[in-house]
């Protein structure tokens, strides 16, 4: 039963289906751009996955500068280099091929081009930013990951290096104008690539199933969503990683990834995120690696508030929950994703040297996180303090 108003807000054309990247240049001229900015990294490049993208603009008559320095966890400077790349250039859009990195770049660096002031300016996490009042260049976006879902957000989350703090910078102006959604541009994805990518999806799509706002009724098409991305992850992303070429498992990868990026900003996300958050703006820690190790812990601390979509969370994973009670199969869901980051080599969080002593640090920065709001269990600095030890010691 709903219990409150929901709005469900979508701004993208999205186009599935394999080969759906050459459509680039028919998309571009189609929007009326002459000239495109490729927002993209080095390793998309070196993969060859521009090919086919850069020979479709070209038969389209529309002409490109390619802009590939972007890193993992974006900053703020590569926002700022990338609009004054993108008008000494003489570009009127934005193409960006790549993971949620190259993006969340792309939509930021779109929308400052009709905004004033510091893309940080407008963070949504904690600031309570400034808002946007104009719509950027469009962006069409091409994801080469099945994980983030920033091809069909309006968000971005880009690093602010004085505070070492990600930003989430998010309007429904930022919405990408098309999203052209290539399941054959993940083939060749390494394997730890397609682990932390595709948890990464799953912890949209928990979390989405699980905020505040859903236990309260939330929106019916959200849950659908967030459900069914759950069962798609937790049945093909052993496949995808373990064998690459597997493009059935591919392409219910980049399902469930894209039905868990239209979920979540809908409705919210949780702990896990808040957490991974400050993780990933003090010690680099990969996004989907930082949300893989906590999001074990993260269940085990909100089971009780929702055992009951737990419960179906352990179901879509597969889990045989009949004759338990309901928390017990509620356990079940914890249970299948540990065995899932166990069978993905996920690291642990000792890999990355934190410093234990940087954890109260860590919590105060996590609690602050608009994530961590939505969470359906209040959590406290001690809480995350707790979280961040118990995933610090795990093995």
């Not at 008559?61 to 900053?75: M, R, S």
């Not at 098309?178 to 682990?195: F, M, Q, W």
């Not at 000792?350 to 996180?369: C, G, H, Q, W």
Request: charged fraction near 20%; aromatic fraction near 6%; glycine fraction near 10%.
């Amino acid at each position: 039963m709903i219990s409150e108003i929901a709005t469900f807000y979508v701004g993208t054309k999205l186009v599935f289906g394999n080969g759906s990247s050459n459509q680039a240049g028919a998309e571009l001229a189609s929007l009326g751009v002459k000239k495109a900015m490729v927002v993209t990294d080095k390793g998309v490049i070196a993969a060859g996955l521009l090919k086919g993208i850069l020979e479709s603009m070209s038969a389209a008559g529309v002409e490109y500068f390619i802009f590939d320095e972007v890193p993992p966890n974006p900053p703020r400077s590569i926002v700022v280099k990338g609009l004054q790349l993108y008008r000494a250039n003489g570009c009127d859009g934005f193409i960006a091929v790549g993971g949620g990195s190259s993006m969340d770049a792309c939509k930021a660096i779109s929308i400052m081009t009709a905004n004033d002031g510091d893309v940080i300016e407008y963070d949504n996490s904690e600031l309570g930013g400034k808002k946007f009042k104009n719509k950027g260049a469009p962006v069409i976006t091409v994801p080469t990951t099945s994980g983030t879902g920033s091809e069909v957000t309006q968000w971005s989350v880009i690093t602010d290096e004085k505070r070492n703090w990600k930003s989430s910078i998010g309007s429904p102006l930022m919405s990408p104008t098309v999203a052209l959604v290539d399941p054959l541009l993940t083939l060749g994805l390494p394997p730890s690539i397609t682990a932390a990518t595709g948890v990464d999806a799953l912890t949209h799509a928990i979390e989405a199933y699980t905020t505040k706002a859903a236990i309260r009724g939330g929106s019916p098409v959200t849950d659908a969503l967030a459900l069914d991305a759950i069962r798609l992850i937790g049945a093909n992303l052993r496949q995808a990683y373990a064998q690459g070429y597997n493009v059935e498992a591919r392409k219910n990868m980049m399902i469930g990834s894209t039905m868990a990026g239209l979920a979540f900003p809908q409705i919210g996300l949780g702990t896990c995120h808040g957490m991974a958050h400050p993780l990933g703006g003090h010690y680099d820690v990969p996004h989907g690696v930082a949300n893989a190790i906590l999001l074990p812990h993260i269940m085990k601390f909100n089971l009780m508030t929702c055992p009951d979509r737990f419960r179906n969370i352990a179901i879509a994973l597969g889990e045989n929950v009949e004759g338990l009670t309901l928390m017990e199969a509620a356990e079940k869901a914890v249970t299948a994703v540990k065995k899932l980051c166990r069978d993905l080599q996920i690291p642990s969080l000792k890999t990355f040297n934190i410093d234990p002593a940087s954890l109260p640090r860590l919590a105060e920065d996590a609690v602050k996180e608009a994530a961590t709001k939505d969470n359906p269990r209040n959590t406290s600095v001690q809480d995350a303090i707790d979280l961040f030890t118990k995933a610090l010691n795990d093995e």
